[in-house]
């Protein structure tokens, strides 16, 4: 496709029930984020993927979250056991290299609502 | 990690005034500088970006200038309409990590036709 995309677009999860977020980057893109943004707060840096390599989780906020991107392409960002303060918009972004000298490409965001 | 200040967080001016959103960072290395516009509900979409080899660049109305001495820079809209109105993100890499981008916390830019 033409850009970044990501699915669900919208999420209600009851307290303590998983949720999976998927995003499919811009085609050939090697460089994979997440970012969570709470309300009326600028994106906050989550991980990233350098093809299907993990190199920086250090935003993950506890253990409770995890992510993947298997085969190099489309990641999965998973969380178990929701909590109220999970709720937030999840942004995606891919680039097309591995510098961080590049604009990122955002996709239009899970909005996660755990009640 | 990188700290990235920005202000101011609300800012309102007439149609056709000028805007200027400041942000301030702390990692000396960083070299690359770019804006993001972000509409109501709608993806962070960029505007512009600076490399620390240029004090200045212009796009249109839209222009970022960067003090790399004093560790700011700065966006400027001239002649601001109406579809200008969004939240504004500035943003700063951390050139001790992987791609840690650190956003700044966002100005509400709102202009009154």
């Known amino acids: 496709g033409a850009g970044v995309s990501q699915s669900p677009r919208y999420k209600v999860a009851k307290r303590g029930q998983d949720v999976a977020l998927r995003c499919d980057p811009i085609?050939?893109?090697?460089?994979l984020f997440w970012y969570q943004q709470a309300l009326g707060q600028g994106p906050e840096f989550l991980t990233y993927?350098?093809?299907?390599?993990?190199?920086?989780k250090s935003g993950l906020p506890s253990d409770r979250f995890f992510a993947e991107r298997p085969e190099g392409s489309v990641s999965t960002l998973k969380i178990q056991r929701t909590q109220q303060e999970d709720s937030a918009v999840y942004l995606c972004?891919?680039?097309?290299?591995?510098?961080?000298?590049?604009?990122?490409?955002f996709g239009n965001g899970t909005r996660l609502t755990v009640t | 990690g990188e700290n990235v200040e920005q202000h101011p967080s609300t800012l309102s001016v007439q149609e056709g005034d000028s805007a200027v959103i400041k942000c301030t960072y702390s990692?000396?290395?960083?070299?690359?500088f770019p804006w993001y516009k972000q509409e109501l509900g709608k993806r962070p979409q960029l505007i512009i970006d600076?490399?620390?080899?240029?004090g200045e660049k212009k796009d249109q109305r839209i222009a970022v200038t960067l003090n790399k001495t004093a560790k700011h820079f700065s966006l400027h809209i001239t002649e601001t309409q109406p579809e200008d109105s969004a939240v504004y993100f500035c943003?700063?890499?951390?050139?001790?990590?992987?791609?840690?981008?650190?956003f700044g916390t966002g100005t509400k830019l709102q202009v009154i036709p």
């Open positions: 990692d000396s290395a960083s070299n690359y």
């Open positions: 085609s050939g893109h090697v460089s």
């Open positions: 600076i490399r620390s080899n240029v």
């Open positions: 943003a700063a890499p951390y050139s001790g990590g992987y791609q840690k981008v650190t």
């Open positions: 993927f350098q093809n299907e390599a993990q190199l920086d």
């Open positions: 972004a891919s680039i097309r290299g591995s510098s961080y000298n590049s604009p990122l490409h």
